[in-house]
């Protein structure tokens, strides 16, 4: 892989996460979630299939509203001066890939924050669209619609693009699922390199023992928090067991959950403590699923 850039010239926020509901359509598919992911973190996001992990995502990239509470230190309004870019990177599944652009025209749009919606793709914008390309291995294919890729070439185009995006916090939705050893070997390699830069890197992840290898932190989800800290006090045997048993089927008719004063009262002021391995009974009901109702979930809406 060629020379990547250098780090992002806004240094990322801690990202607090303060009594955080989540969901669709009123049905919550998280619900009161409270922590602290420090600045520069490489952070993995695990849990059982519909445990929420997408959700989360969603919502730190500002594309899903929060349902009750908040997250702190990523901007809420595009456009906003000064702000913290995010770079997103959704499901390979959720993307139309028989669009006909060409890879080097889908690949700058990484340069949207420079360019805007009106500016024109000049010699030199093409070059670093190659000069990124090249970074991920994919020289010379700049020419060939995105169609044309495999699997695996398709998510180096897309990692080419968030290379143009500089963004110091970067959020990735599985992106391995479907991509070959190799490629997978090179993008962590990459996600190694932002980590060194102090950019903040999440990651939706299944592979447990890639986790254990690559990522220093983990966020346990079973829609709601299980556990949050360094890996290898997270993926204990106990927390696994207990995000399987909380990940029960929602009831479809219960109403969506408020929080109560305990909840508030747990981080005034949305100030946390540095993530370690918590677990739900630090909330002040007892909300390990044992309420009076549980929460629904939209079929199909929570990954």
């Known amino acids: 892989m060629a020379q990547l850039p250098q780090p992002a010239t806004i240094r990322p926020p801690d990202i607090v996460l303060h009594n955080l509901t989540l969901g669709y359509e009123r049905h919550p598919a998280i619900h009161h979630l409270n922590t602290r992911i420090p600045a520069g973190d490489l952070l993995a996001v695990v ?23 908040q997250v702190q230190g990523l901007p809420r309004t595009q456009g906003q001066r000064d702000a913290v870019r995010v770079a997103y990177l959704p499901q390979q599944a959720e993307m139309d890939r028989s669009f006909p652009i060409s890879v ?31 970074a991920v291995g994919l020289g010379g294919f700049g020419h060939r619609t995105i169609a044309t890729l495999s699997g695996g070439q398709f998510q180096r185009a897309l990692f080419a693009r968030l290379l143009l995006q500089d963004a110091p916090v970067i959020l990735l939705d599985e992106p391995f699922v479907g ?3 190799r490629t997978t070997r090179d993008l962590l390699a990459l996600l190694h390199t932002w980590h060194a830069q102090g950019r903040t890197v999440l990651a939706v992840l299944h592979d447990m023992d890639q986790v254990r290898q690559h990522f220093p932190s983990t966020l346990l989800l079973a829609r709601e928090l299980v556990a ?38 747990a981080a005034p002021s949305g100030l946390l403590p540095s993530p370690t391995a918590m677990q739900p009974t630090a909330h002040g009901h007892n909300h390990a699923h044992h309420h009076g109702h549980t929460h629904p979930a939209a079929p199909g809406a929570v990954a």
């Open 179 to 181: 991509v070959d050893t």
């Open 47 to 69: 849990g059982p299939n519909g445990a929420g992990k997408s959700t989360l995502i969603k919502a730190l990239a500002g594309v899903l509203q929060p349902m009750q509470g």
């Open 228 to 265: 949050h800290g360094p890996t290898d006090q997270v993926l204990t045997e106990p927390n696994l067991q207990r995000a399987r048993q909380l990940n029960e089927a929602f009831d479809d008719d219960a109403p969506a959950c408020d929080a109560d004063e305990a909840d508030t009262a």
């Open 104 to 134: 080097t025209d889908m690949v700058a749009m990484g340069l949207w924050h420079e360019l805007g919606a009106w500016g024109r793709i000049r010699a030199s914008h093409r070059a670093r669209c190659a000069q990124a390309l090249e």
